[in-house]
């Protein structure tokens, strides 16, 4: 398969909960499909309380075009801790798995191997710990168990917690680097990049962005995030 690039983005949709705190699946679904990516990687996809059935309800997404990725979820849960992973178009999924986290709060974290239209991909989508000691152990942990597969060109995506710079994600894990995102958080006026991507380095971003259009400044409290990839050997040559 042969393509000039493939969009990928990560959205935390806040349980389909918007800042006027009304839950209206229907507006998150909105913003994914302006977001016009092949892949979205979603965090907070669930409702809070067991059996955590899906914010985000299975048919509505379907209807709309979009394959569901299975992560092994009980009760109707769309993914895995809140972590899900949505595909359209020629992405073929070669397998899935999901990775518990450690920390004081429960976290997971998901992986997918894909087939697509940039060649063999590997999406890791995550939602890190809201203190530091402990997305870095999150992040180790996740760097293992990629260790004990073959390697593929890979994407981190999702929203990692860190209001820095991101010098300490980009320490903890080494055989990628973090894109240069802008601020997403809080969705009306963002301050800080919570939201990120990073890729291997077979992988170019040859465009990226904050997704700010109306309805996603209330949607959710984070903006979705997005990057066009192809792979290195087919680096866009423009300054």
Known sequence: ???????????????????????????????????????????????????????????????????????????GSLGWHGNAMLVRGEAQVLETAHMELPGLEPRGAIRADLNTSIGPLRVIGVHLGLVRRYRLLQLGTICRALRQLPEMPTVFAGDFNEWGKGMALDAAIKRVSFLPMHA????????????????????????????????????????????????????????
């Open 1 to 75: 398969m042969k393509a000039s690039a493939l969009r990928i983005a990560t959205y935390n949709l806040q349980k389909c909960v918007g800042l006027d705190l009304r839950r209206r699946p229907d507006r998150s679904l909105r913003v994914i499909n302006a977001l016009a990516a092949d892949i979205v990687v979603l965090q907070e996809v669930d409702k809070r309380l067991p059996p955590r059935p899906a914010a985000l309800p299975h048919d509505m997404i379907e209807e709309d075009g979009w394959s569901i990725l299975p992560f092994g979820a009980p009760g």
């Open 184 to 239: 997403s958080f809080p969705a009306p006026r963002p301050v800080a990049s919570l939201d990120r991507i990073a890729l291997s380095p077979e992988l170019t971003a040859t465009a990226m962005g904050v997704h700010s259009h109306q309805p996603a400044h209330i949607a959710s409290d984070h903006l979705p995030v997005w990057a066009d990839l192809t792979r290195s050997s087919e680096k866009d040559p423009r300054p």
